[in-house]
């Protein structure tokens, strides 16, 4: 298996995660963070309702909005970090760069303005600048790479060309949805932090977005080419291994994009 150097990214391998065990793991999370989404409205009703918000004008429609702008994004930056070590762990596992774990979590994230609007009160996007709520193409990203990570089986040192040719695809795949997605959160932060100021930044930088976009066919061209990346992968990994194979393998002196320890 790969040298991951675990010890330079600051953690320790707890156990080794089989990949129903980190299929498992990342439902639950993925799960729990749906029913929260779901139930999150009837949240903010309860807590007008307790508040005694509802009998003053105006005042329901503002606490929902506060509700929505601080409390959503919390929930949702928590979900994100609570895939973080599983994901490290199940990487180095399978013997493959800690980096592709370190993808799960920034995946979601890339994805934070999905995780504030939905299911919240309409102002809470209008507020921030978010006009409406587009197709979570990163978080989608996330669960296939999951899934990938879930069903991929150990990678040797020696591999087939073809696995190699296959491994460097996905992940070259990956890394460009993961750049454009969080290429995308700079109009929300730009809105966040800067407010009615960054109203200009933020067209710009949609704008200059959009035409990256539309260049890379993202999201759904993207986002198709990685799912057939993923399940190629899946299948070679799984395919027999017929010894031997002289000249059908390669020794892998490092992976795309940097050392191993990356």
């Keep these: 298996m790969w040298p991951t150097g675990s010890e330079s990214w600051g953690y ?4 080794l995660i089989c990949g129903g065990q980190y299929a498992r793991g990342l439902g639950k999370r993925f799960g729990a963070f749906a029913v929260i989404t ?3 409205p009837f949240l903010v009703y309860g807590v007008i309702g307790i508040s005694g918000a509802r009998s003053v004008g105006g005042a329901s429609g503002a606490l929902a909005l506060v509700l929505g702008v ?3 994004p919390i929930i949702y930056l928590w979900f994100a970090y609570s895939t973080l070590r599983i994901s490290l762990n199940r990487a180095q596992t399978i ?3 800690p980096m592709i774990g370190l993808c799960i979590p920034l995946l979601i994230l890339a994805d934070l303005s999905f995780g504030i609007t ?9 507020s921030l600048g978010i006009m409406s709520t587009l197709v979570p ?3 989608l990203t996330g669960v296939i790479t999951v899934v990938t990570l879930s069903l991929l089986r150990g990678i040797e040192e020696t591999m087939t060309e073809r696995m190699e040719s296959l491994y460097r695809i996905w992940k070259a795949l990956l890394f460009v949805s993961l750049g454009l997605g969080l290429v995308g ?3 929300l932060l730009s809105m966040w932090f800067f407010g009615a100021s960054g109203m200009n930044l ?3 930088l949609t704008r200059a977005i959009s035409y990256l976009r539309v260049f890379l066919i993202y999201p759904y061209g993207l986002l198709l080419a990685f799912a057939a990346a993923s399940t190629a992968l899946i299948l070679e990994s799984r395919r027999p291994s017929t010894g031997g194979g002289s000249g059908t393998s390669t020794q892998n002196q490092a992976p795309l994009f940097g050392s191993r320890s990356l």
Excluded: M
Excluded at 12 to 15: H, R, V
Excluded at 120 to 126: D, K, T
């Design 185 to 187: 959160l700079f109009p």
């Design 137 to 139: 193409t990163s978080l």
């Design 70 to 72: 601080y409390l959503k």
């Design 202 to 204: 933020s067209i710009l």
């Design 95 to 97: 013997g493959i760069s």
């Design 12 to 15: 320790a391998l707890e156990k």
């Design 118 to 126: 939905f299911g919240s009160f309409w102002a809470v996007g209008f």
């Design 38 to 40: 779901l139930a999150f």
